[in-house]
């Protein structure tokens, strides 16, 4: 299996400008996350999927970010307009949560997206 | 609140030295504890997912122990070597029937060849 699979590495961007964070999750997991980690805070979740459902976005900082799952296997963030204090590392990962249980199961990362807002 | 203290924020020691990395948590309704490894400028990779039923699970060189109501888990590491140089995070569920993850700060460890 190739793994939680994220896009871009890297993305350099101006103030103001949109930004598009990609994730392909592992096979047959059923639970996504996306992750911010910055040196300050280390890491936050941001927003949680189960079953291509949003459970949890309260760690969205504010209405300029957004998550989406089209599908079981694919997710997006978008941040727009972007700032540069949202400069971090996203992580996004997944996991198999079965269903009826809140045991969390394995969590697998991807590489993270590492943002610079100039 | 769940919170998670990773002692020590950092370790320097020689090759071949065995060493024992600590983590505490305050909430000790969990289901599982999970410990990871970030090499710089990397992901998080899982290396060890103890069930809260089981008091230690064994990876190669690398055992992770769970002690839940003390709140207390270690991770021992036998016969370090360069390559295990990397910071070292342990994550716990936030609370009861949470999905999320409290994660620790991390341990920096540096191994000296």
């Known amino acids: 299996d190739a793994g939680v699979i994220q896009s871009p590495r890297h993305e350099v961007t101006e103030m103001g400008q949109e930004v598009t964070l990609r994730c392909k999750l592992i096979?047959?997991?059923?639970?996504l996350f996306w992750y911010r980690q910055t040196m300050m805070r280390g890491l936050e979740l941001l927003i949680y999927?189960?079953?291509?459902?949003?459970?949890?976005d309260s760690g969205m900082p504010e209405d300029r970010f957004s998550a989406k799952m089209p599908n079981a296997s694919f997710s997006t963030l978008k941040i727009q307009p972007s700032e540069p204090r949202d400069s971090a590392v996203y992580f996004c990962?997944?996991?198999?949560?079965?269903?009826?249980?809140?045991?969390?199961?394995?969590?697998?990362f991807g590489e993270g997206s590492r943002l610079t807002v100039l | 609140k769940q919170e998670v203290t990773q002692i020590p924020a950092a370790l320097s020691v020689p090759e071949g030295e065995n060493l024992v990395l600590n983590c505490s948590f305050t909430?000790?309704?969990?289901?599982?504890l999970q410990w990871f490894r970030q090499d710089p400028g990397k992901g998080l990779t899982s290396l060890l997912l103890?069930?809260?039923?089981?008091r230690e699970q064994t990876s190669g060189r690398l055992n992770a122990s769970l002690d839940k109501s003390s709140g207390r888990s270690t991770l021992y590491i036998a016969a370090s070597q360069p390559g295990d140089s990397a910071t070292y995070l342990c994550?716990?569920?936030?609370?009861?029937?949470?999905?999320?993850?409290?994660f620790g700060k991390g341990t920096k460890l540096s191994v000296i060849p």
């Open positions: 096979s047959g997991h059923n639970s």
């Open positions: 999927f189960n079953n291509n459902v949003p459970i949890d």
């Open positions: 994550a716990v569920p936030s609370g009861a029937g949470s999905y999320q993850l409290t």
């Open positions: 990962a997944s996991s198999f949560l079965l269903s009826g249980t809140p045991n969390t199961g394995e969590l697998f």
């Open positions: 909430d000790s309704a969990i289901y599982n």
């Open positions: 103890i069930q809260s039923s089981q």
